[in-house]
T-cell receptor, first 115, second 113 residues
Framework: DAGITQSPRHKVTETGTPVTLRCHQT?????MYWYRQDPGHGLRLIHY???????DKGEVSDGYSVSRSKTEDFLLTLESATSSQTSVYFC??????????????FGPGTRLTVT | GNSVTQMEGPVTLSEEAFLTINCTYT??????LFWYVQYPGEGLQLLLK?????DKGSNKGFEATYRKETTSFHLEKGSVQVSDSAVYFC????????????FGIGTKLQVIP
């Protein structure tokens, strides 16, 4: 199994509070991703990173920011949580991009509830 | 843009039944195709993949063939087990540079003894 951990695994927070989720990898993979999983929507990409301090937006990035100061850590921040951000959040990593079918390896997920 | 279409389910089968989960896609160029599986309470893990037309991916008794003429990548298994109960995601990724992975909505499979 790929070495990916997410913390916390579960969190309940109130509307308007800031929340930071952490993804940590031990694989030294270059690419890291944050997804959210919601019924009827599958997985949707929030942000991704292609190197230290190199990040870009995905399809549902509004209300989220990310940071990557080290290869192994990728942080997702909800600056002011809203109920619509209640979801299960998955981190993923991949070895490379470009030509080839480079699979993504997923973490165990963080269940976030915003009340 | 890219898209992946699969039924949400749930699909309920008896043990040892034949499984088909349909997946069709829309993409430019020549994408790589994947099936991921998610067991309860876990993240997704790769089940199988195919990188070009007519390739067959296989793993753990599951198979899928990359059909470019019908833009499909249907998942099949000849005899399902209770332990196959999970959510199955079809996905695609275009080659070249950074190309994000596009996932289907996931199909929930329930296998009853």
């Amino acid at each position: 199994d790929a070495g990916i951990t997410q913390s916390p695994r579960h969190k309940v927070t109130e509307t308007g509070t800031p929340v930071t989720l952490r993804c940590h990898q031990t694989e030294n993979h270059r690419y890291m991703y944050w997804y959210r999983q919601d019924p009827g929507h599958g997985l949707r990409l929030i942000h991704y990173s292609y190197g230290v301090k190199d990040t870009d937006k995905g399809e549902v990035s509004d209300g989220y920011s990310v940071s990557r100061s080290k290869t192994e850590d990728f942080l997702l921040t909800l600056e002011s949580a809203t109920s619509s951000q209640t979801s299960v959040y998955f981190c993923a990593i991949s070895e490379s991009q470009g030509v080839g079918a480079y699979e993504q390896y997923f973490g165990p997920g963080t269940r976030l509830t915003v009340t | 843009g890219n898209s992946v279409t699969q039924m949400e389910g749930p699909v309920t089968l008896s043990e040892e039944a034949f499984l088909t989960i349909n997946c069709t896609y829309t993409a430019t160029g020549y994408p790589s195709l994947f099936w991921y599986v998610q067991y309860p309470g876990e993240g997704l893990q790769l089940l199988l993949k195919a990188t070009k037309a007519d390739d067959k991916g296989s793993n753990k008794g599951f198979e899928a063939t990359y059909r470019k003429e019908t833009t499909s990548f249907h998942l099949e298994k000849g005899s399902v087990q209770v332990s196959d109960s999970a959510v199955y995601f079809c996905a695609l990724r275009n080659s070249g540079g950074y190309q994000k992975v596009t996932f289907g909505i996931g199909t929930k499979l329930q296998v009853i003894p």
